[in-house]
């Protein structure tokens, strides 16, 4: 058991961007994102479910659709690409500090004791979001990336303080976390009927997938404390 997790604390520190690109694939399944996503994508194709369901796409609208869908994923990679690369930079260095690497990784398993629904904090509960009206995808994607703090917060707050603890890896970390969360986006836009039906199903193993990233999230945060004793 020692041996499998010291393995595993290896491969946190040996492959961060798979770590960050699981992470975002997590945040697209938190419970605060997937049963919205729906809205977002129908807002962005400019359909509605009833539509997309009894008409056949043209050429035209599919790529409309493509084209909306990587506005609004520019939108909010912008928004955790300047966070995550901005934290690296200003705080980067104090990770040379054992008791910064402690706090972190207490921090990082407070945030999955949390989205686990191991215990609810309740100051984590609070939610932000912005509505907007008549913005662009861009735009909507760019207030995604602001609003949605309950869910995304604690995976993207452990994204960020690794990617604060290798300022070197930090940009591509957070590319890759938002790739991650971009993923599924891309997918909904290609396969827009398939993609709305599969979303229905994985919505009643939501609890499962909190107890995952919750899980995941606690891992990387004993990893934080493992690193401050070595």
Same mark, same amino acid.
């Given at each position: 058991m020692e041996n499998l997790v010291y393995s595993l604390f290896d491969y946190f520190d040996k492959m961060p961007f798979i770590v960050s690109y699981i992470a975002g694939i997590l945040s697209f399944l938190s419970?605060?994102? *997937?049963? *919205?996503?729906p809205i977002y994508f129908?807002?962005?194709a400019g359909v509605s479910a009833k539509e997309l369901e009894s008409k056949t796409l043209s050429k035209k609208e599919k790529l409309n659709i493509f084209i909306q869908s990587i506005l609004f994923i520019l939108g909010f990679s912008v928004v955790f690409i300047l966070i995550g690369v901005a934290a690296a930079k200003l705080i980067g260095n104090i990770f040379a500090y054992k008791w910064v690497n402690i706090l972190t990784g207490l921090i990082i398993i407070i945030f999955g004791i949390h989205l686990g629904g191991f215990y609810r904090f309740k100051i984590l509960n609070q939610e932000k979001r912005l509505h907007l009206q008549n913005v662009g995808s861009f735009m909507l994607g760019f207030s995604f990336a602001f609003g949605w703090t309950p869910c995304i917060g604690p995976i993207f707050g452990t994204i960020v303080g690794m990617a604060a603890s290798e300022p070197t890896?930090?940009?591509?970390?957070?590319?890759l976390y938002t790739l991650g969360l971009a993923t599924p986006f891309i997918l909904m836009a290609i396969f827009s009927v398939a993609s709305l039906k599969m979303i229905e199903k994985l919505k009643k193993y939501l609890g499962i997938i909190e107890k995952i990233s919750g899980i995941l999230l606690i891992l990387i945060g004993i990893y934080f404390l493992y690193k401050s004793l070595i």
């Amino acid at each position: 058991m020692e041996n499998l997790v010291y393995s595993l604390f290896d491969y946190f520190d040996k492959m961060p961007f798979i770590v960050s690109y699981i992470a975002g694939i997590l945040s697209f399944l938190s419970p605060c994102v *997937l049963p *919205l996503v729906p809205i977002y994508f129908f807002y962005i194709a400019g359909v509605s479910a009833k539509e997309l369901e009894s008409k056949t796409l043209s050429k035209k609208e599919k790529l409309n659709i493509f084209i909306q869908s990587i506005l609004f994923i520019l939108g909010f990679s912008v928004v955790f690409i300047l966070i995550g690369v901005a934290a690296a930079k200003l705080i980067g260095n104090i990770f040379a500090y054992k008791w910064v690497n402690i706090l972190t990784g207490l921090i990082i398993i407070i945030f999955g004791i949390h989205l686990g629904g191991f215990y609810r904090f309740k100051i984590l509960n609070q939610e932000k979001r912005l509505h907007l009206q008549n913005v662009g995808s861009f735009m909507l994607g760019f207030s995604f990336a602001f609003g949605w703090t309950p869910c995304i917060g604690p995976i993207f707050g452990t994204i960020v303080g690794m990617a604060a603890s290798e300022p070197t890896k930090a940009i591509f970390m957070m590319i890759l976390y938002t790739l991650g969360l971009a993923t599924p986006f891309i997918l909904m836009a290609i396969f827009s009927v398939a993609s709305l039906k599969m979303i229905e199903k994985l919505k009643k193993y939501l609890g499962i997938i909190e107890k995952i990233s919750g899980i995941l999230l606690i891992l990387i945060g004993i990893y934080f404390l493992y690193k401050s004793l070595i």
